[in-house]
């Protein structure tokens, strides 16, 4: 059974930063792309960054592009967001989602899993 | 980018009767070396994450009931569900995918009548 668990949600200050880990099971991890998506109270989803199977590659929303880093660690099954110079409009339930292959970039990718989510609330 | 629009933004239908979904792109999302659109909706409730429903426009994922079906090409689609039922209340977004960075239409909320 494919498993998403997100952990490292936490309230932060303006200016702040934060790592959220996405460990995974239930599939070959490296065999696939993964992104994080995030959707603010109330609203609607927002692709905010994916990384392909090997980690080669990465790529971010202008949203985040410069402040958050992607990476993975096929090793530990585990995927990180770093996240810094943290913003009010960063507020968000994030999700870890996997793609159906390893490959993106060409185009983008439809999700088969999710993980449940980590809330980050950035506020003083 | 891509922009994604849904209509309507919210439907109330009774129990048994059909709802429909329309999601429009602002430019088409079919590849035309494979002929695909790149385009998969969505359902999420309360407290939930989303599910994916259909990808490529029109192919169920699989253990979907065959109450939920896709169609469209281009630039517009439709989500349709064929005899509503209570757990089907949600809201249901588009995506595409046909180019980075990945854009959702606003979604639509489903209510019961």
């Known amino acids: 059974e494919v498993q998403l668990l997100e952990s490292g949600g936490v309230l932060v200050q303006p200016g702040g930063s934060l790592r959220l880990s996405c460990a995974a099971s239930g599939f070959t991890f490296s065999n696939y792309a993964l992104s994080w998506l995030r959707q603010a109270p109330g609203k609607g989803l927002e692709w905010v960054s994916a990384?392909?199977?090997?980690?080669?590659?990465?790529y971010y929303a202008d949203s985040v592009k410069g402040r958050f880093t992607l990476s993975r660690d096929n090793s530990k099954n585990t995927l990180y967001l770093q996240m810094n110079s943290l913003r009010g409009e960063d507020t968000a339930v994030y999700y870890c989602?996997?793609?159906?292959?390893?490959?993106?970039?060409?185009?983008?990718?439809?999700?088969?899993?999710w993980g449940q989510g980590a809330l980050v609330t950035v506020s003083s | 980018d891509i922009v994604m629009t849904q209509s309507p933004d919210s439907l109330a239908v009774s129990l048994g009767e059909r709802a429909t979904i329309n999601c429009k792109s602002s430019q088409s999302v079919l590849y035309s070396s494979n002929n695909k659109n790149f385009l998969a909706w969505y359902q999420q409730k309360p407290g939930e994450p989303p599910k994916l429903l259909i990808y490529?426009?029109?192919t169920r994922e699989s253990g979907v009931p065959d109450r939920f079906s896709g169609s469209g090409s281009g630039t517009d689609f439709t989500l349709t569900i064929s005899g509503l039922q209570a757990e089907d209340v949600a809201v249901y977004y588009c995506?595409?995918?046909?180019?980075?960075?990945?854009?959702f239409g606003q979604g639509t909320k489903v209510e019961i009548k």
């Open positions: 989602a996997k793609g159906p292959d390893g490959a993106f970039g060409r185009t983008g990718d439809y999700y088969d899993f």
């Open positions: 490529w426009a029109s």
């Open positions: 990384i392909i199977g090997s980690g080669d590659n990465t």
């Open positions: 995506q595409q995918y046909f180019s980075v960075p990945e854009t």
